[in-house]
T-cell receptor
């Protein structure tokens, strides 16, 4: 089966600019996650969707980050405006259901903010 | 607060040796643990998991040991191969239900380097 797809793989922007990341989860997976992974650290959950609804966005910096999953399949994560400290790898993951603890990760998008 | 950490940030072994990667966790309510492998430029890949009602679980060349008394988790890799070189993360789940079920907290990671 095809894995989690993400694009772009790399992005370089200047601070205060906007950026958007796209994720296509594994077919049929109801739960989708966005994680932020700063260099040298483990992934940190930003937001969790169950179908097209948000079930956990407690660690999402809502003043600059937004995410949507309008049709319960693909998802986009946006940062506006970007800060230097947003430089990280943004990982998308999916699982069949929220109760499924095993997550399948995409390759990530490496963001560099200059 | 809740945290998951690793004792050794780097581990270097010779091909064929056994590797042991350690992880300490602080939340005694954690009920599920996962080890992930992350190669350069890739997302984390599931290796093995264990529930808190177990103290050992074996997979293909890998074994996870859980010591709830001292809140310690370890990953043992037998006959380590160059392809095992990666960053290894432990992660814990401490939500028993509700909307946050399935939320994992990751540790910092250990870099494993296997020399031919």
């Amino acid at each position: 089966e095809a894995g989690v797809a993400q694009s772009p793989r790399y992005k370089i922007i200047e601070k205060r600019q906007s950026v958007a990341f796209w994720c296509n989860p594994i077919s049929g997976h109801a739960t989708l996650y966005w994680y932020q992974q700063i260099l040298g650290q483990g992934p940190k959950l930003l937001i969790q969707f169950q179908n097209n609804g948000v079930v956990d966005d407690s660690q999402l910096p809502k003043d600059r980050f937004s995410a949507e999953r309008l049709k319960g399949v693909d998802s986009t994560l946006k940062i506006q405006p970007a800060k230097l400290e947003d430089s990280a790898v943004y990982l998308c993951a999916s699982s069949p259901q929220a109760a499924t603890l095993t997550k399948y990760f995409g390759p990530g998008t490496r963001l560099t903010v200059t | 607060g809740e945290s998951v950490g690793l004792h050794l940030p780097t581990l270097s072994v010779q091909e064929g040796d056994n590797s042991i990667i350690n992880c300490a966790y602080s939340n005694s309510a954690s009920d599920y643990f996962i080890w992930y492998k992350q190669e350069s430029g890739k997302g984390p890949q599931f290796i093995i998991d264990i529930r808190s009602n177990m103290d050992k679980r074996q997979g293909q060349r890998v074994t996870v040991l859980l010591n709830k008394t001292v809140k310690h988790l370890s990953l043992q890799i037998a006959a380590t191969q160059p392809g095992d070189s990666a960053v290894y993360f432990c992660a814990e789940n401490s939500d028993a239900g509700g909307t946050s079920y399935g939320k994992l907290t990751f540790g910092q990671g250990t870099i494993l380097t296997v020399h031919p």
